[in-house]
T-cell receptor, first 112, second 114 residues
Framework: KAGVTQTPRYLIKTRGQQVTLSCSPI?????VSWYQQTPGQGLQFLFE???????NKGNFPGRFSGRQFSNSRSEMNVSTLELGDSALYLC???????????FGPGTRLTVT | AQSVAQPEDQVNVAEGNPLTVKCTYS??????LFWYVQYPNRGLQFLLK??????LVKGSYGFEAEFNKSQTSFHLKKPSALVSDSALYFC????????????FGAGTRLAVHP
C-alpha cells in the first residue's frame, strides 16, 4: 500500500502571500490530521478531519484552515503568511477507530 | 491538561549496548501513549503504542516500551543499539476529547556510536 503523500515537498513563499498544501492519505484511511513542526515549538496539532468534517482543532490563528474532500484527500491553507509560519507541515492518516497515525514526509515551507 | 515530557535532549549509546529513551506523561483518565521516530528530512514513523493490557509493549525494529502507571512513565528501550537507530524520537499522548489529536514531547536525539 502506498503511504501518505504530501505535495509539494518544498515551498518558498513571501510574507503576506497565501499557500495551500495537499495530503493524500493511505488508501482506506478516512481520518487526516495536520501538524506543524518547528525547532522552537516542536510538534503541534493543527486540526483533524474525518469524513469531510473537522473534528478537532489546535490553538492556531484563523489564518490556518483546512478541508477534506470526499475521497479523503485533505488540504490546508495558510493565508497572510508570516515569517513564523516557516515550518515542516506534517500530515497523518489513520483508520477510523484506530489509534496509530501514519505520517507523510511533510512539506517544508519557508517564508521570506 | 495532557502533557508529555522527555527529560533528555540527547542520549548517547555505544553500538551493541542497551538504550533507554525516557518519557513521562500527565493525563486525565486512561493514557494512550505512542512512540515515533523521525529520520532527517523524513516524516514520523510509528514505532509502538500502549492502549491497555501488558505493561511491556513490543514494536517495530526491535524496540519495546515499558508502561509504568505509578511513575507515569513510558520509556522506550532496545536491548542492543544499532548505528542506524540514530534519529529523533518522540513520545506522544492522545489528547483529551479523543479522536486523533496527539500531544508530543520535545523529542530526544539518539546518537549511537560505532
Amino acid at each position: 500500500k502506498a503511504g501518505v503523500t504530501q505535495t509539494p515537498r518544498y515551498l518558498i513563499k513571501t510574507r503576506g502571500q497565501q499557500v495551500t498544501l495537499s495530503c493524500s492519505p493511505i488508501s482506506g484511511h478516512r481520518s487526516v490530521s495536520w501538524y506543524q513542526q518547528t525547532p522552537g515549538q516542536g510538534l503541534q496539532f493543527l486540526f483533524e478531519y474525518f469524513s469531510e468534517t473537522q473534528r478537532n482543532k489546535g490553538n492556531f490563528p484563523g489564518r490556518f484552515s483546512g478541508r477534506q474532500f470526499s475521497n479523503s484527500r485533505s488540504e490546508m491553507n495558510v493565508s497572510t503568511l508570516e515569517l513564523g509560519d516557516s515550518a515542516l507541515y506534517l500530515c497523518a492518516s489513520s483508520l477510523e477507530l484506530s489509534y496509530e497515525q501514519y505520517f507523510g514526509p511533510g512539506t517544508r515551507l519557508t517564508v521570506t | 491538561a495532557q502533557s508529555v515530557a522527555q527529560p533528555e535532549d540527547q542520549v548517547n549509546v555505544a553500538e551493541g549496548n542497551p538504550l533507554t529513551v525516557k518519557c513521562t506523561y500527565s493525563v486525565s483518565g486512561n493514557p494512550y501513549l505512542f512512540w515515533y521516530v523521525q529520520y532527517p528530512n523524513r516524516g514520523l514513523q510509528f514505532l509502538l503504542k500502549y492502549i491497555t493490557g501488558d505493561n511491556l509493549v513490543k514494536g517495530s525494529y526491535g524496540f519495546e516500551a515499558e508502561f509504568n502507571k505509578s511513575q507515569t512513565s513510558f520509556h522506550l528501550k532496545k536491548p542492543s543499539a544499532l548505528v542506524s537507530d540514530s534519529a529523533l524520537y518522540f513520545c506522544a499522548v492522545r489528547g483529551s476529547g479523543g479522536y486523533n489529536k496527539l500531544i508530543f514531547g520535545a523529542g530526544t536525539r539518539l546518537a549511537v556510536h560505532p
